[in-house]
C-alpha cells in the first residue's frame, strides 16, 4: 500500500481527531521513509544537523498551512482520488494569452464552464526577467506574482473562487532551476559561498568539460552547451536549459529544505496539482546523461512524503518528457512504488497519436503502449493532445525497427510532414531545434495547424476543413477516454491556428514554440452565433464529448483501459472495462479512407447484445454490414455497453 492510502485509512479511521492530531499521525507513519529518503541522499554522518533541521521545518510548514486548506484536505483524504474521476477535464492556458491578467480569466470562467472545464493549469505567473525568460520558466521568486498579472490578492481571491465553483488549479514548481536573477543567484555573483554552493558552480572549467562529455543539450540551437561563465562571480555555472537558468544543487541539503520551504509556500496559496517541472533532471553525474537518475527519483518521492504530511490534499504531476518506460517510473517503483508522483504527463500516447497521424497508421501506437508497465493503482496519466513546448519523436527505435522502418528515415519523414518539407501533406508546423548535422529535431504548431486546418482554410477546401475538424475531434476523442485527465490547450476547442506574431517579438524569436500559444480568439467565439462556422462545429462537438465523459463512470481511471490489435493497420481500438458490464468501446479510424472492422470480436465482448448499440459521438446507432463495421475517414466511435 502506498503512503497515501496509508494516511486516507488512518483519517477514516480517527474522522473524530483534530487536524494537528492527525499531522502528528501522517508524520509518524512517514518518518521512517522520510529519515531513509534523506539518509540516502544526503548520508547520516555528514548532514544528521540537516536532518534535524526537516524535523524542526515539517511542524513549522505544517502550522503556516491556512485553515481552510487543511479542513479541504481532511475532506480530500475521506472522499478518495478526485484525479481520476471522470469528471475531471483540464485546460492549460497562458493568462496574458488567454484574457489579459487573472481578473481577466475570473471573468472568462463561464465560458470554460460552459465547455465543461473544472481543472486549470497555468502556465507561470511569478515574477521573471525582463526580456528572455523562457515563457515564466526561469523564475525570479516561487510565490510572487508578477504584476502584469495583477497582484497578491488577485491569486488568492482567484484560487478561492475556484474552490467556490468546485475547480482545480495546477501551477508550475520550476523545481530544477532557477533565473539568474533568482535572490541566491544574485548573492551568488556577488561572491558569497552559501548561495554559490546552492548552484553547480566552480572555479575553473575541468568539471563542466568532464561533465559535457555525456551531458546531451537541451536547446543546442539558442543555449548550446549545459555551462555558463559568469564573470561577475569568476565561475562557471551549471545552465542545461537556458544560460539564464541555473541548475540547483540538490547535493546540498540546505537546497532542498528552501526549495521544500517554497514549494508549501506555493501550495499554501490554494494549488491542487504542482507541476513538477523538468524534474527528470534533479539530479547530475559525471559520465551520465544525468537524467532519470536513481537520486532524482528518491529526492522526488522526499519531497512528496514530506508534502503528504504537511499537506496532503495537494497532488504533484511529473513533468518527465522521456521514453514510456522511464515515465511510469515516476510514479514510484520498489519501495517508492505509488510514492512519487500521482500524475504523470502521457508524452508517450501524445507523441505516438502524432504518429499516427502522419502514417495513418496504428502499428508503432500499439508496440509501444503494449510495453509500458501497468501505473500503481492510486496514480493517474495526464492526457493531451499536445502542450506549450514541442512535441518530439523520440519513440524507441526497436520498435520502428520491428514495424520494418529505419528509426533515422522514419523520424525525418515525421519532421518533414509535420514541417512544411512535403508538398502533399496537410500540416504546417515548424520546426525546433533543428540540427543539421544529425537531422535531429522537435515540431512546433497548434493542434489546428498540424492537423491541416489552416491549409485547409487558407485554400478554401472545404472537405479538408471537414477532415481536419475530424482529426481535432479524433485526437481529443482519444485523450477523453483513455483513462486520466484530459487537458486541452486553450484555443484548441475552437480550431485556432498557429500564432506567427513571435516572430516579430525580439525576447521570444528564437523560440517557435511561441507558435503554438496563440491568443484565445474571442472574436470567432463571439460570432459563434453563426452556427455553421467549423470552429462553432468542433467546439460544439467537443463540449458534447467532455459531458459525454462525466457521465460515464467507465471514464474514470482505475486502471481499467484494454487494447484490442484488430489486424487492421488504420485502426487504434480500445475498452474501458467495468466489472458491472457497461463499459465502453472506442473505435478510432487514423486513415483517410474509411476502414472496416470484423464485427463478431465485437459481438462476442456484448456490444449487439442489446440490438444496436449508440455511438455516443455520433448518435447513430451502429449495426453491422455483411458482418463489417465501418468507420468513416478519421472517424471515432464511442461505443456504449448497455
Ligand atoms: C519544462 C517546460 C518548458 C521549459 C522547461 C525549462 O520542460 O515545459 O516550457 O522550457 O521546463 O523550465
Known amino acids: 500500500m502506498n503512503q497515501a492510502a496509508l494516511h486516507r485509512l488512518l483519517a477514516l479511521k480517527s474522522s473524530d481527531k483534530t487536524p494537528e492530531t492527525l499531522f502528528d499521525l501522517r508524520l509518524s507513519t512517514n518518518l521512517s521513509l522520510i529519515q531513509n529518503l534523506f539518509f540516502s541522499l544526503y548520508p547520516e554522518e555528514k548532514h544528521g544537523s540537516s536532518f534535524n533541521g526537516l524535523l524542526r521545518l515539517l511542524p513549522e510548514l505544517y502550522h503556516s498551512r491556512p485553515k481552510e486548506l487543511k479542513h479541504q ?6 472522499s478518495g482520488n478526485w484525479y481520476q474521476s471522470e469528471k475531471i477535464v483540464g485546460m492549460q492556458l497562458y493568462v496574458e494569452h488567454f484574457n489579459a491578467d487573472l481578473k481577466g480569466l475570473g471573468e ?4 470554460l464552464q460552459e465547455l465543461g472545464i473544472n481543472f486549470l493549469h497555468i502556465m507561470p505567473i511569478m515574477t521573471r526577467p525582463k526580456g528572455e525568460n523562457d515563457g515564466g520558466y526561469a523564475v525570479n521568486s516561487y510565490t510572487q506574482v508578477a504584476k502584469q498579472y495583477g497582484s497578491q490578492k488577485d491569486l488568492l481571491n482567484f484560487t478561492q473562487t475556484l474552490r467556490e465553483n468546485g475547480m482545480y488549479l495546477m501551477l508550475d514548481f520550476v523545481v530544477n532551476h532557477t533565473s539568474d536573477e533568482f535572490p541566491w543567484a544574485k548573492k551568488a555573483r556577488k561572491g558569497d559561498e552559501k548561495y554559490q554552493a546552492y548552484y553547480y558552480t566552480y572555479s575553473d572549467d ?3 568539460r568532464a561533465f559535457e562529455r555525456t551531458l546531451p543539450e537541451v536547446f543546442p540551437e539558442t543555449s548550446p552547451g549545459n555551462y555558463t561563465y559568469i564573470p561577475e562571480m569568476e565561475r562557471w555555472v551549471m545552465t542545461v536549459f537556458n544560460s539564464y ?5 540538490y547535493t546540498n541539503p540546505k537546497v532542498f529544505l528552501e526549495m521544500l520551504t517554497q514549494l508549501v509556500n506555493l501550495v499554501n496559496l490554494g494549488v491542487d496539482v504542482v507541476r513538477f517541472d523538468a524534474l527528470a533532471f534533479l539530479w547530475k553525474k559525471i559520465g551520465t546523461i544525468s537524467q532519470n537518475l536513481p537520486e532524482a527519483h528518491t529526492l522526488v518521492s522526499l519531497f512528496r512524503m514530506c508534502l503528504q504530511v504537511v499537506s496532503p490534499g495537494t497532488v504533484l504531476l511529473a513533468e518527465a518528457i522521456v521514453a514510456p518506460t522511464e515515465i511510469v517510473k ?11 508522483c500521482e500524475i504523470a504527463y502521457n508524452a508517450s500516447l501524445m507523441a505516438l497519436l502524432w504518429n499516427s497521424i502522419a502514417t495513418k497508421k496504428t502499428r508503432l501506437l500499439y508496440k509501444s503502449l503494449e510495453n509500458v508497465p501497468i501505473k500503481p493503482a492510486d496514480c493517474t496519466w495526464l492526457n493531451y493532445v499536445r502542450c506549450h513546448d ?22 525525418k519523414f515525421l519532421l518533414d510532414y509535420y514541417c512544411q518539407r512535403l508538398d502533399w501533406s496537410p500540416a ?12 535531429d529535431g522537435r515540431i512546433t504548431g497548434s ?4 492537423l491541416g486546418l489552416e491549409k485547409a482554410l487558407d485554400e478554401k477546401d472545404s472537405s479538408r476543413i471537414k477532415e481536419s475538424i475530424a482529426k481535432i475531434v479524433l485526437l481529443h476523442g482519444i485523450i477523453l477516454s483513455f483513462g486520466g485527465i484530459p487537458m486541452f490547450y486553450a484555443g484548441d476547442e475552437i480550431g485556432t491556428l498557429n500564432d506567427y506574431s513571435f516572430l516579430e517579438k525580439e525576447d521570444k524569436k528564437e523560440d517557435s514554440r511561441w507558435v503554438n500559444r496563440p491568443y484565445q480568439d474571442w472574436e470567432t467565439i463571439d460570432g459563434f452565433s453563426k452556427k455553421k462556422l467549423p470552429q462553432y462545429q468542433l467546439f460544439k462537438t467537443l463540449k458534447k464529448l467532455i459531458h459525454i465523459r462525466k457521465e460515464h463512470r467507465v471514464l474514470s481511471d482505475a486502471n481499467n483501459l484494454k487494447l484490442y490489435n484488430t489486424g487492421n493497420e488504420h485502426v487504434f481500438v480500445f475498452e474501458r472495462t467495468s466489472m458491472e458490464k457497461n463499459g465502453m468501446l472506442i473505435l478510432c479510424n487514423f486513415d483517410e479512407n474509411p476502414q472496416v472492422l470484423n464485427g463478431s470480436w465485437i459481438m462476442k465482448l456484448g456490444y449487439f447484445t442489446k440490438g444496436e448499440p449508440i455511438d455516443l459521438v455520433s448518435e447513430n446507432s451502429i449495426s453491422l454490414k455483411s458482418g463489417l463495421l465501418q468507420l468513416d475517414a478519421y472517424q471515432i466511435i464511442w461505443l456504449k455497453k448497455s
Open 108 to 111: 472568462k470562467l463561464s465560458y
Open 206 to 208: 575541468a568539471i563542466p
Open 73 to 78: 484536505d481532511l475532506e480530500r483524504m475521506l
Open 428 to 439: 504546417k508546423g515548424l520546426l525546433f531545434m533543428y540540427n543539421p548535422k544529425t537531422e
Open 330 to 340: 515516476y510514479f514510484g517503483t520498489g519501495i517508492q512504488h505509488g510514492n512519487e
Open 245 to 249: 537558468q541555473w541548475d540547483l544543487n
Open 390 to 411: 514541442d512535441i518530439g519523436v523520440g519513440y524507441e527505435d526497436e520498435f520502428i525497427q520491428e514495424i520494418g522502418w529505419s528509426p533515422h528515415e522514419h523520424r
Open 447 to 450: 493542434a489546428a495547424s498540424l
